[in-house]
């Protein structure tokens, strides 16, 4: 996969390409949908499967306190992208100015005169260009007139739920990550780095933790939970803390992870968590023996989690 940050990078344009345009936060399976059908029509015509995402998220430029939460930042969005085999991508720095390109410019300048578009594929509710004045009524009249071809993927369901990055960003926020993972098609992760904590995990409790400096923007709801955690190309098992540990006094907001059966220094490096099953709330202890008492309980039921995750086909 090759990606493109500046369109004044492109010299000519792609080989019949066949593109798709969005936000695409999550990567979820709603886009998968949009790629699936990208590359299918891309090798239908012999031609470049391609797609238009930006950076930062448009709403945080135009609207900068209704900003959402992202489910994926952009390192992790082009990750999740290349997994699913685009030949093109063009990440588009989003600024005030490419805000105020018409739809119209958009269309004839971008994805025409510069990209050299046969096909373009977007989700049912698409809009684009300067105040949302570009939607799919107008990007077909467009098409006819400038020689493209426009197909719109209609929305994708699991069960009877719809799915969309609003609607994960909920499920993580209310720490149900089962459908979350329904419907991101993935376990739903964050990552960060390993800082200095005040070591009274392994100090006082007789559970070492690693404390997570993290780079996401949305992390799961306060509580505890059953985790895979990657470091070193290694997959362990863990369970992790978010919150604010009130058996010590309302302390800030951290994210601390046991790794089972680890013994090692995680300082400095960068990890990535990612939750499996939510075990309880975070709640304050009478004691320190009962926290550690609670943690215990906390690690037998996550091995049995794992046990039977192991176990499912």
């Known amino acids: 996969m090759s990606v493109i940050y500046d369109l004044q990078n492109l010299s000519h344009p792609l080989r019949n390409p066949v593109l798709t345009i969005g936000n695409f936060d999550g990567v979820h399976k709603g886009h998968l949908a949009l790629f699936d059908?990208?590359?299918?029509?891309?090798?239908?015509?012999?031609?470049?499967?391609?797609?238009?995402?930006?950076?930062?998220?448009?709403?945080?430029?135009?609207?900068?306190?209704?900003?959402?939460?992202?489910?994926?930042?952009?390192?992790?969005?082009?990750?999740?992208?290349?997994?699913?085999?685009?030949?093109?991508?063009?990440?588009?720095?989003?600024?005030?100015?490419?805000?105020a390109i018409s739809a119209q410019d958009f269309v004839e300048k971008i994805l025409v005169g510069k990209i050299g578009v046969r096909e373009v594929v977007v989700g049912y509710d698409y809009t684009f260009g300067h105040n949302r004045e570009g939607d799919i009524q107008f990007l077909r009249k467009a098409g006819k007139d400038l020689g493209f071809v426009v197909h719109v993927v209609e929305p994708v369901y699991v069960g009877d739920k719809l799915v969309s990055s609003t609607s994960i960003r909920k499920l993580v926020q209310e720490g149900n990550l089962f459908e979350a993972?329904?419907?991101l098609g993935r376990d739903y992760q964050i990552?960060?780095?390993?800082?200095?904590?005040?070591?009274?995990?392994?100090?006082?409790?007789?559970?070492?933790?690693?404390?997570?400096?993290?780079?996401?923007?949305?992390?799961?709801?306060?509580?505890?939970?059953?985790?895979?955690?990657?470091?070193?190309?290694?997959?362990?098992?863990?369970?992790?803390?978010?919150?604010?540990?009130?058996?010590?006094?309302?302390?800030?907001?951290?994210?601390?992870?046991?790794?089972?059966?680890?013994?090692?220094?995680?300082?400095?490096?960068?990890?990535?968590?990612?939750?499996i099953e939510r075990l309880r709330d975070e709640r304050p202890f009478g004691s320190i023996k009962d926290l550690s008492y609670q943690i215990g309980q906390d690690i037998l039921t996550a091995r049995k989690v794992f046990s039977s995750e192991s176990k499912t086909p």
């Open 37 to 99: 059908m990208v590359k299918e029509r891309a090798r239908l015509i012999d031609g470049q499967s391609a797609l238009m995402t930006f950076d930062p998220h448009p709403i945080k430029v135009v609207k900068p306190a209704n900003g959402p939460r992202l489910i994926t930042l952009t390192r992790q969005k082009l990750e999740l992208i290349e997994k699913a085999n685009i030949d093109v991508v063009f990440c588009i720095p989003f600024t005030k100015e490419f805000a």
């Open 181 to 183: 993972r329904e419907l």
């Open 191 to 275: 990552c960060g780095t390993v800082v200095r904590g005040k070591n009274r995990g392994g100090r006082l409790l007789g559970f070492p933790t690693a404390n997570i400096e993290v780079i996401d923007e949305l992390v799961p709801k306060l509580g505890v939970y059953a985790v895979h955690v990657m470091v070193d190309h290694q997959t362990l098992n863990g369970v992790t803390n978010i919150g604010f540990n009130p058996t010590f006094g309302k302390g800030p907001f951290s994210v601390e992870t046991h790794l089972l059966d680890f013994e090692g220094d995680l300082l400095g490096k960068e990890i990535q968590i990612k939750f």
